[in-house]
């Protein structure tokens, strides 16, 4: 191609059929050797993403399955402690309650050891019959009582008896039991005799006298105080007594 001045006409030769086809097809397989350079490259990043992804979503279900694992493991520990726990505290619930109840024995068997001592070696020193003590109770105008009645220190014979007990308000006798006769009693080491007495109104100041008439013919008797019990309506103990005389 001749160039010539700006004023001078310019006559471009006509290229041929052939080589423009030519240049076109070059031109389309360029284009298209780039998208498919491009498109191999888009292809490649996304197949590398790719495999990366699959590797962090492999690597986060792996850490979800150890995780899953370890709060297993955690729950069956916690689920056991619980159960550890339950176990001592019924352990301990055992032991406070098998405590106590060993504190009650030990109550009764130092009671009920005082009271053998009582037999075996009386404050007073005298052998042979003795009326022990009397507790009462008062309840819908009845006035139950125990006597318990011992043999201290030698106990080779049996103790054979009457026995009877008078009410004594103001010092005058109210009431008695037995009504009819006295009851009978035979015991080597101690008794006990359960009896009462029908009284809707109990004198504020009574006193309750217990005799046995022995089968040698000497009475024992003794005297126990009876609080204001018909009013305060409750139960209570008296081991108080204001005299024991044997004759």
């Given amino acids: ?32 050797a780039l998208l498919y350079f491009v498109y191999g490259q888009g292809l490649r990043s996304g197949h590398s993403r790719y ?5 962090m979503i492999a690597q986060l279900q792996e850490n979800m399955n150890s995780l899953r694992k370890q709060l297993s493991v955690s729950q069956e520990g916690l689920i056991f402690s619980k159960r550890q726990q339950q176990i ?21 068997l130092g ?33 139950s009582f125990d006597i318990t009645l011992v043999q201290a220190i030698k106990h080779k014979h049996q103790i054979r008896g009457n026995l009877k007990v008078t009410l004594f308000e103001n010092d005058v006798a109210t009431a008695k039991w037995p009504r009819s006769s006295d009851r009978s009693v035979n015991y080597q080491y101690f008794t006990q005799v359960s009896g009462s007495i029908d009284k809707p109104v109990i004198a504020e ?4 006298k217990v005799e046995l008439h022995l ?15 018909a009013v305060s309506n409750s139960t209570s103990n008296s081991n108080n007594s204001d005299k024991t005389t044997s004759g």
């Fill in 1 to 32: 191609m001749i160039r010539k001045s700006t004023n001078d006409l310019t006559i471009k030769p006509k290229m041929s059929r052939t080589t423009v086809m030519l240049s076109s097809s070059i031109g389309i397989f360029s284009l298209l």
């Fill in 51 to 55: 495999e990366q992804d699959q590797a």
């Fill in 88 to 108: 001592q505290a019924e352990a301990y619930k055992q032991m406070d309650k098998a405590y106590a109840n060993s504190e009650q024995k030990n109550s009764v």
């Fill in 111 to 143: 009671s009920r050891l005082d009271f053998y001592r009582s037999i075996i070696s009386p404050e007073d020193g005298q052998s042979g019959p003795a009326i022990q003590q009397l507790s009462h109770s008062y309840d819908d105008g009845k006035l």
């Fill in 205 to 208: 100041k009574a006193k309750v």
């Fill in 215 to 229: 089968q040698d013919g000497s009475v024992l008797e003794r005297w126990f105080n009876v609080p204001n019990i």
